[in-house]
């Protein structure tokens, strides 16, 4: 990533951290993006994590996914069906300063066919 994409992703990740704020009954949903994977955490409202998931997770190893947008949506359904679980309805999505495109937005599509509002 080049040092003005960078900077750029730190501004906005400052700028929407104060409008994603978690609660009892919404978690926060935290999404990271690198260059090989994806990661997804569900925080609560004090920062402790309840449920995490990868690309890289053992759950789905089988799949072999890696950073495109077809993992993106296999991951999204794997999550929606584990928060499903969880009894967890309602989040509040945080795309981590990442643009909402590409594979933030097909993990965020495969959550809402999940049945997850946000």
Same mark, same amino acid.
């Given at each position: 990533?080049?040092?003005?994409?960078?900077?750029?992703?730190? !501004?906005? &990740? /400052?700028? @929407?951290?104060?409008?994603?704020? %978690?609660?009892?009954?919404?978690?926060? #949903?935290?999404?990271?993006?690198?260059?090989?994977?994806?990661?997804?955490?569900?925080?609560?409202?004090?920062?402790?994590?309840?449920?995490?998931?990868?690309?890289?997770?053992?759950?789905? !190893?089988? &799949? /072999?996914? @890696?950073?495109?947008?077809?993992? %993106?949506?296999?991951?999204?359904?794997? #999550?929606?069906?584990?928060?499903?679980?969880?009894?967890?309805?309602?989040?509040?999505?945080?795309?981590?300063?990442?643009?909402?495109?590409?594979?933030?937005?097909?993990?965020?599509?495969?959550?809402?066919?999940?049945?997850?509002?946000?």
């Amino acid at each position: 990533m080049t040092k003005k994409k960078a900077l750029r992703r730190e !501004k906005a &990740k /400052k700028r @929407t951290r104060f409008s994603v704020v %978690a609660s009892e009954e919404r978690p926060r #949903l935290l999404v990271h993006r690198s260059n090989k994977y994806l990661y997804v955490q569900l925080l609560d409202k004090d920062g402790k994590i309840l449920c995490s998931v990868s690309s890289i997770s053992k759950e789905l !190893k089988d &799949k /072999k996914l @890696t950073n495109n947008i077809e993992s %993106a949506k296999v991951l999204g359904a794997f #999550l929606g069906e584990k928060l499903k679980a969880m009894n967890i309805e309602k989040i509040c999505f945080d795309r981590n300063g990442f643009l909402y495109h590409g594979k933030i937005k097909a993990l965020a599509d495969s959550l809402r066919e999940a049945g997850i509002k946000f």
